[in-house]
């Protein structure tokens, strides 16, 4: 399996790392408008292929595509310090607009696309309408990082492990992201009754605050260290693998949804199942009436960005 990342800079070149870390793909490429900075990352993680998995890594121009099995999209920037989300979406889809007329020139046909970049949700749209591919080969990296986080909340509520917690968020990467309270269990228990019915740990103020922290906790990291790079190129291995490997793991992908609780023509993240072909499946899910709402709202608000940039 051969993975191109286009864009070398600190998420781009620690999905590569990591890649080459935990051996998911044999042929790993960088591609940046900066060549030197991407051969520059590849050489940096190639110098320790020796202690570590066999793995091919190379810094390419767009014809490195040819072959690439999966391309994901990592180029471009975050936002600036007191830049609206609205200027930061106009710079990241002037440069995917580039690079995806940059992309078909090269396209193979069968690859399958992962978006990263941020506004994470309208540039997968934005892919999707301009590739003009089927919707399962075409997905945003979406809230698989805000679900983790969600998990480490909780776990750190709780004291238990997060990988025993089922929990996710859906709807937008973003402000308007949905926590899903209503599904969220400890191994099999509802956390709501957890340790018991009668005397649950959860209070409605833990509830309101573990999902401002959801949402706040990016920003927690940018105000501290200026960029967040590890969790996001951790889930985005994570995304990785299931294709790779072809697990049929349920993830929160960010996909194009067509008429599904009220929302349409967005793309927003949902529970999927994910494997070789891409998604395979957007899984059912029954939603409490508020997490209805809140769903449609952030679909409201994706849909208010694509129309301010004139996707819609
Ligand atoms: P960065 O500034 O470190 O790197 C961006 C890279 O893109 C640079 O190396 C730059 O040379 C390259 N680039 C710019 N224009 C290009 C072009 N036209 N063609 C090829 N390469 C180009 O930024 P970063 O920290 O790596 O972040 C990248 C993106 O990932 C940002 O939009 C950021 O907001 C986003 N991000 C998303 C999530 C998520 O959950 N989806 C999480 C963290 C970061």
């Known amino acids: 399996m051969k993975i191109a990342i286009i864009g070398a800079g ?4 620690t999905i590569a790392y990591t890649l080459a870390t935990q051996g998911v793909a044999n042929d790993v490429s960088l591609i940046d408008v900066n060549t030197d900075k991407a051969y520059g990352e590849v050489l940096d993680i190639a110098h320790g292929g020796a202690v ?5 890594l190379r810094a390419e121009g767009y014809e490195g595509l040819e072959d690439a099995d999966i391309i994901v999209h990592a180029a471009g920037r975050g936002r600036k310090p007191g830049e609206s989300r609205l200027d930061l979406a106009k710079g ?3 440069i995917t607009e580039g690079i995806i007329s940059k ?3 090269h396209y193979n046909g069968r690859s399958i696309f992962l978006v990263v970049t ?3 949700d309208v540039l997968t749209y934005v892919f999707y309408k301009q590739m003009g591919i089927d919707r399962t080969k075409i997905f945003g990296s979406g809230t698989v990082l805000d679900s983790s986080r969600f998990k480490y909340l909780l776990g750190h509520h709780f004291n238990v492990d997060p990988r025993n917690l089922h929990a996710m968020v859906i709807g937008e990467h973003g402000d308007s992201s949905v926590p899903l309270w209503s599904a969220a269990t400890i191994g099999p228990t509802l956390i709501s009754q ?3 019915k009668e005397q649950p740990r959860l209070s409605p103020e833990d509830i309101d605050n573990i999902s401002k922290d959801v949402v706040q906790a990016g920003q927690e990291v940018i105000k501290r260290k200026g960029a967040t790079f590890y969790a996001i190129s951790m889930s985005v291995t994570r995304i990785l693998k299931a294709i790779v490997n072809n697990e049929n793991r349920l993830l929160c992908v960010s996909s194009y949804i067509e008429n599904t609780h009220g929302v349409n023509d967005v793309c927003l993240s949902l529970p999927a199942i994910i494997g070789r ?4 499946e957007l899984l059912t899910i029954s939603l409490s009436p508020s997490e209805e709402a809140a769903l449609q709202r952030s679909a409201a608000v994706l849909k208010d960005m694509l129309r301010e940039v004139e996707y819609q």
């Open 103 to 105: 992309i078909k020139k």
């Open 92 to 94: 990241n889809i002037k």
């Open 52 to 56: 570590s998995e066999h793995v091919l």
């Open 118 to 120: 941020n506004p994470m």
């Open 277 to 280: 072909d891409g998604i395979r």
């Open 10 to 13: 600190n998420v781009g070149a």
């Open 194 to 196: 957890y340790p018991s």
